[in-house]
């Protein structure tokens, strides 16, 4: 097991004083949270902050398929679009990662090989969590056996809110161990923990445990990952550093479809987190139309001309 | 990643388009529907405090000017207060929506005059000056049901003097109700901000408003008391300092001229130590930098729970590094220009007292530009109730932060004001919230939030705050006989 910061040696000594320490930290109230978020997003973003928006976007994406009808063919073609997201403008950045099953794992570690994309793999018996702890550390084995470079994990929504916090902690310690090498991203499926309160807790629960990354959603419930959800997270990951010194990234995921979208995410981080966590490493957009939207913006900031989707890839 | 990583997020200026509005090399005063020159033919500048530009040259009302704008105002009482009230309302209604879409141009005449960013005047000033004359429009014929009475009848003619520091939407706070009521309007905008109230004449023009209902004469303070002075004016209302409203006050006493009051405040921010934190740092930016300070209800002293003041003012401090000043038309500034020389002086006067009486200082990190009137977001720590800067009005960018102990402490403390306009609780304790509000002598109390406005609510001072409500069903009592 990894050893957990000696900061929080008593507060996960037991779930009574786990449950204490979360319940401890500060209140959110769900009014200003939502201004605050929405004022951030009128910031207007323009000639060179935009092309750098734009660029930085496109390389903190984690390019995601997760469908049942996922196949090999598929995951190539994803993988390739991610190495070269615009094939007629080779000055595109890569995406970050390419997000897949754990069985499309070493289809897609084949299809990155010699390139700086990651493979990220969804585990433990995503997107529900509901299954045995033995079937998720060997979900999360098999991911990381078969090249997976990042983890993406699913908390266990029904543990955590009825109140079993050092069961969901401990699951993300066994998770992390079974991880080995690979970053941990866990996700909370921030929609289904539904108040600002529990996003606040699960994400220091997620972070005391080793998270490498907290992470929104599965984008497979009605809300995904929201501005002010992802604003209190990086609010979460500025204050964990203060404390422990350890830096934590955040990743959105799900229904973040435009480019003023991510635009508006990328001044959360600027104005919240800050300027280190402005960087692939430490921030990342679960998406897949979402690139396209990116590119075709970009395009217009190039020519000065909107193309339209005949000139982005369809994968 | 392909990316310099060292290079910051650094927003391009995203300036607003000053296209939108046309202002004239001059303007006259607004008297009976029609601009004319002061009597006198006296004019003045106004200057846009971010670059001290010259705008435009208005005419200067003097004591003859006045004179004529009453008459005006008295000749057209009669036949607007005999309009059914479904009729004034139309009239009303008309206003506002002309005020919507015009909001754009007004939003940036505003922010130029005034040197206040135009994220407050887009998204604050203007939605709230359309909602005023919205919510005034609803009851102008539904003024049997506000609790005066069967048919309650108007005063008569007002007279209006406003600040500079919510040119457009103080104007909304004081000819909104009295059109409602059918009252009509002489009103007096400030010396440093005249533009809007011109340019709110045109609307009118527009929206059809006979002759004479509403008079628009800028000036100086001597226009203004010879307004309040006027023996033919039966309402007088006023927002600004506290020493004008005193003077007010003495020049009206023994006349049966009805006064209403809205004047300075030292507003606590009060902050417990199970508050939400993040949301009341925002809270206090709001309460006291919202506007440059400029804000009568400002929370302008931060009473900070002992045992949380260390982590508060750290989260403080580094949110105030992030706030944006400059150019006040660039859309991602937060902090403009103050208003004038004057004011800038007095703010960088009683800040040097807050040094000179041992308080700490902090200074935002910011440039100032060269041009213009600028004053760094500040904050005091070590400030006690003895302190200059604890008691007196500085309305400026600048938060006095005491602490207390105690729920006891921090009411008796935040109490011990000669003023009492606003006030913020933060907790997350509904309990601690209601017992708490009710011990507060202020008027508008807020809880986990601040400086929120909505024309439904009531809005007004104790103590040397003033007298009198705007807003709301409250707000209809001080221009109507009851």
Known sequence: ?315 | MTMDKLSAFEYAPAPESRSVVDIAPSYGLFIDGEFTDAADGRVFKTVSPSTEEVLSEVARAGAEDIDRAVGAARRAFATWSALPGSERAKYLFRIARIIQERSREFAVLETLDNGKPIRETRDADLPLVAAHFFYYAGWADKLGHAGYGPDPRPLGVAGQVIPWNFPLLMLAWKIAPALATGNTVVLKPAETTPLSALFFADVCRRAGLPKGVVNIVPGYGDAGAALVAHPDVNKVAFTGSTAVGKAIAREVAGTDKKLTLELGGKGANIVFDDAPLDQAVEGIVGGIFFNQGQVCCAGSRLLVQESVHDELLDALKRRLSTLRLGDPLDKNTDIGAINSAEQLARITALAETGEAEGAERWTAPCALPSAGYWFAPTLFTHVTQAHTIAREEIFGPVLSVLTFRTPDEAVAKANNSQYGLSAGIWTEKGSRILAVAGKLRAGVVWANTFNKFDPASPFGGYKESGFGREGGRHGLEAYLDV
């Open chain 1, 1 to 315: 097991m990894p050893t957990t910061a000696p900061a929080f040696a008593d507060a996960t000594s037991s779930d009574s004083a786990l449950r204490r320490f979360l319940h401890g930290l500060p209140g959110v109230d769900p009014v200003g949270l939502e201004a605050r978020a929405a004022s951030l997003g009128t910031r207007s973003i323009k000639a060179t902050a935009k092309a750098y928006a734009i660029d930085l976007a496109i390389s903190m994406i984690d390019l995601t398929t997760l469908e049942g009808a996922d196949t090999p063919g598929k995951v190539r073609a994803l993988a390739a679009k991610a190495v070269h997201p615009d094939p007629t403008d080779r000055t595109t950045p890569a995406t970050a990662a390419v997000c897949v099953y754990p069985d499309m794992a070493a289809t897609a570690r084949a299809a990155l090989a010699g390139t700086d994309v990651k493979v990220a793999s969804v585990a433990t018996a995503f997107p529900a969590g509901r299954a045995a702890l033995d079937v998720k550390l060997a979900d999360t084995r098999d991911a990381v056996e078969a090249g997976a470079d990042e983890i993406d994990m699913v908390i266990d929504r029904g543990a955590f809110l009825a109140g079993g916090y050092l069961k969901v902690f401990e699951e993300i310690r066994a998770v992390k161990e079974a991880s080995g090498p690979a970053r941990l991203k866990v996700i909370f499926e921030t929609g289904e923990l539904s108040t600002y309160d529990n996003i606040r807790r699960a994400s220091w629960l997620g972070m005391m445990a080793g998270a490498d990354f907290i992470k929104t959603s599965t984008g497979k419930v009605a809300v995904n990952a929201t501005p002010a959800s992802t604003l209190l997270m990086l609010e979460a990951v500025r204050d964990f550093r203060a404390q422990t010194g350890v830096q934590v990234g955040v990743k959105p995921a799900g229904g973040i479809r435009t480019s003023k979208d991510a635009v508006k995410f990328l001044v959360l981080v600027n104005e919240t987190a800050g300027r280190d966590w402005l960087d692939n490493h430490w921030f990342r957009f679960g998406a897949s139309s979402l690139l396209n939207d990116l590119l075709m913006q970009r395009q217009k900031l190039a020519t000065g001309r909107y193309s339209g989707p005949d000139y982005v890839t369809v994968d």
